[in-house]
């Protein structure tokens, strides 16, 4: 603790007497100062111990005691310590009763306690406090150590909740909460998670302070990495701001859990590595080597159905593929399930088990930003049907159909097994693909155009009709060898035989791909 008024007053060697604020002894003294001015307020900064002898102060006019005495108490003076036998015998009532007033301490200071006396006691007060918080702070940086070493992160925790008298919780990189202690601090910690995403927003190392969710604790935020995204969160709450010794245990954790996300780091790095390598002889078809690489590590996800997502970020967001990656792992590190992602430039594969976590966290993350009318502008997915390692290459490729049916339809998410139980037609929606109709029927709008009958419409009607001519006639309310002519004419125009079933599939494809009739 750091010297206190009350601390002065008992130590022998001063002989302090108070004559006033008997009740505001416990007030901490940050400083002793000596000052014979008149006004010495600018000269303060809060927290010293005044010690004065009146020279230059008419300490006996009551109305000039109350403004004194008021300004001091305003500017946080903590006391007033005033030598008595210098210029006055005693202290003069007005001041007494100035200082009792405004509720200021006011210290009788014996003509043999030279002011210097009482500087030095609060200066090796303040030396003795802050040496016990280093050697404090130092011992609690060793048990942190040492419970990081033994229990890993959680017992660290718990080790600095103990140490700050508060509670402590770690975020992981996407924001939730991965352990907290004590364990009740569970519910507060997960409602700061708008908080720590705030905060993950700003290059590391950040840090913020904010109020508690009930508003009876203080609560410290810091990222942790050295990287520009941070890949973790600590919070530290508190009754109050943290002394010196406290504060030495924050930032030993902060150090240690920065020491073992950076390690993480590199593991991962390692791990996304064997991943790619995984993922390369799955799509080489070579599942046997695959397995053996994949081990223990990805082992247990070729063992079940998975998906393939590919996924392509923009150059002008680039987080958004980092956010991706980070939202699978994070959910998988959650529910004890394996995922693999790789990072391939501006792409992303994310291989994850058919109805895990990691996958519907995956889909909830495309759907929020679709919601929040963030569209292919700065991420598109394309997900692949269930599959196992005999089909990851088909997967992938799925995975890639999806992805550009994804960027046509301006959606982020696109998944194949949709775009199989749906329509074709939706894919004809294609600039490429219209300009390749116009072209084919091109010759024969011009001729309808020129008054000599009704080409398109008849192809039309023809086609839909399987080729039976007389139900197509009737469609049209024409004779069928009036139909039969048409045909003729159109291959003709076209230079291509309709009896070629290559050529009547190419024709009905760009007449639905130029019509605006449903189909």
């Not at 039969?484 to 009896?499: T, W």
Request: net charge negative; glycine share 8%.
């Amino acid at each position: 603790m750091p010297p206190t008024l009350a601390s002065l007053v008992h130590h022998s060697a001063l002989k302090l007497t108070v004559r006033a604020g008997e009740d505001r002894l416990d007030a901490p003294v940050r400083w002793a100062h000596a000052s014979e001015l008149a006004d010495p307020v600018p000269y303060m900064e809060g927290g010293e111990l005044l010690l004065i002898t009146a020279l230059k102060l008419d300490a006996e006019d009551r109305e000039a005691m109350r403004r004194y005495v008021k300004r001091l108490a305003g500017a946080g003076v903590v006391g007033l310590g005033f030598a008595v036998g210098v210029h006055y015998e005693d202290i003069p009532d007005a001041l007494v009763d100035a200082a009792r007033a405004e509720g200021l301490p006011l210290l009788e200071v014996p003509r043999r306690t030279p002011f210097l006396a009482i500087s030095k006691a609060v200066s090796a007060a303040i030396a003795a406090d802050q040496y016990r918080a280093v050697t404090e702070g130092f011992a609690a940086q060793r048990e942190l150590t040492r419970q990081m070493l033994t229990d890993g992160p959680e017992g660290m925790l718990a080790a600095l909740a103990a140490q700050v008298d508060g509670w402590a919780a770690l975020y992981d990189a996407s924001g939730a909460v991965v352990a907290t202690a004590p364990e009740w601090a569970g519910r507060r910690a997960a409602r700061l998670t708008a908080d720590v995403t705030r905060l993950r927003e700003r290059p590391a190392p950040a840090s913020s302070v904010v109020a508690g969710p009930d508003h009876d604790d203080r609560v410290e935020l810091h990222s942790l990495g050295t990287g520009r995204r941070p890949s973790a969160a600590l919070a530290v709450g508190t009754a109050a701001a943290p002394g010196t010794a406290e504060r030495y245990a924050v930032h030993s954790a902060i150090a240690l859990l920065t020491l073992t996300t950076e390690r993480s780091r590199s593991l991962h790095a390692a791990e996304q590595r064997i991943g790619a390598a995984v993922l390369r002889m799955l799509l080489a078809g070579e599942p046997d080597h695959a397995r053996a690489v994949a081990g223990d590590l990805y082992g247990a996800l070729l063992d079940a159905p998975f998906r393939i997502i590919v996924a392509v970020g923009t150059e002008a967001n680039g987080d958004a593929l980092g956010a991706l990656a980070e939202t699978a792992e994070s959910a998988a590190a959650r529910s004890g399930e394996t995922v693999l992602v790789v990072p391939e430039g501006d792409r992303l594969v994310v291989l994850a088990a058919d109805g895990g976590a990691a996958l519907a966290a995956c889909c909830d993350h495309a759907a929020a930003r679709e919601t929040a009318g963030r569209s292919d502008d700065d991420l598109v997915i394309g997900l692949s049907a269930p599959a196992g390692p005999i089909a990851a290459s088909t997967a992938y490729r799925q995975a890639e159909q999806a992805l550009s049916v994804a960027r046509r339809r301006g959606r982020v998410l696109v998944e194949h097994e949709h775009m199989a139980a749906g329509s074709v037609l939706p894919l004809l929606a294609d600039d490429a693909v219209r300009a390749f109709a116009d072209g084919l029927l091109r010759a024969l709008r011009e001729h309808d155009a020129t008054g000599r009958g009704d080409l398109v419409a008849s192809l039309r009607a023809w086609l839909s009709r399987h080729g039976q001519w007389d139900a197509a006639a009737a469609d049209l309310g024409v004779h069928r060898h009036t139909l039969r002519y048409r045909m003729r004419r159109v291959e003709e125009i076209l230079g291509r035989s309709l009896d070629d079933p290559d050529v009547r599939m190419e024709l009905w494809l760009a007449l639905k791909a130029t019509s605006s009739e449903p189909g």
